[in-house]
């Protein structure tokens, strides 16, 4: 049986095989989002299997996101934040105003995602962290990476500031992804319908399974998957400590 997919863009951007899509442009310098609610309106009288909607940003979209997931339908949707535990924040600030005993109710909430981009080194001129000068690899961080994260420097590369006729001198080559995924069980839950949040992202991290230099992301937040790929060579981790926070004041959580 197929399923009936629709997604709702501002605009549409790429093509996807067998899902509907709308396109709906919506002026970012105005707050009227009634074409994109009216969007929404009609895929929901559709009885949509799994909907795509582009962004939520304010008290309408928000509750008509309600109203799909309390209907039944598979709903996808993003919104600006800083990890993924702050997607809560923004979903019951008074700007969008989700009631917290809804986005806690069974069978609402699935995950929470948070993703960053970053730069990728370039394969042909990447430098060995270790042959670096101390003004390119600061022996504070080799010891801190060493000590802190348990990682092993002699793994790591950094960018070559001249950069090579491979990446256009700019030392590095495409961009990869690191993330945050919070599946929610019934303690996390507990906490978010509390309003416990900070207790609930800890609560999350101390499940982590792994330690930083291995792939497995459960429990780890994106700066601790980024260090996994700067750990096998894929990503600079100067890059990863100006792109998060300074490795020296991070706080690490306990496994349970």
Not at 88 to 111: C, D, H, K, V, W
Not at 129 to 144: K, S, V
Request: glycine letters at 6%; aromatic letters at 6%.
């Amino acid at each position: 049986l197929s399923k009936k997919s629709y997604s709702i863009e501002d605009p549409v951007e790429y093509k996807m095989v067998g899902v509907s899509q709308i396109s709906v442009q919506r002026n970012a310098n105005e707050r009227d989002s009634s074409g994109f609610t009216a969007a929404m309106r009609v895929v929901l009288r559709a009885d949509p299997d799994i909907v795509m909607v582009g962004e939520v940003r304010d008290t309408e979209t928000s509750s008509l996101l309600k109203t799909m997931v309390q209907s039944g339908h598979q709903v996808m949707t993003t919104v600006h934040a800083a990890s993924a535990i702050d997607i809560i924040q923004r979903l019951t600030s008074s700007e969008m105003g989700m009631p917290r005993e809804t986005i806690a109710a069974r069978n609402f909430l699935s995950a929470l995602v948070y993703q960053r981009l970053i730069a990728k080194l370039c394969p042909h001129c990447k430098i060995k962290a270790l042959e670096a000068g101390d003004d390119l690899f600061p022996p504070q961080t080799r010891d801190i990476l060493r000590t802190k994260f348990g990682l092993k420097p002699e793994s790591m590369f950094i960018t070559n500031p001249n950069g090579c006729a491979a990446c256009d001198g700019y030392g590095t080559k495409g961009v990869t992804v690191v993330a945050e995924v919070i599946i929610p069980d019934n303690t996390i839950l507990k906490m978010l319908r509390e309003g416990k949040d900070v207790e609930a992202e800890e609560y999350w991290r101390s499940t982590r399974r792994t330690d930083f230099s291995d792939p497995d992301t459960w429990g780890k937040t994106a700066l601790e998957h980024a260090l996994y790929k700067a750990h096998i060579g894929m990503v600079d981790p100067l890059v990863v400590q100006d792109q998060f926070e300074p490795f020296e004041i991070y706080n690490l959580v306990e496994i349970a």
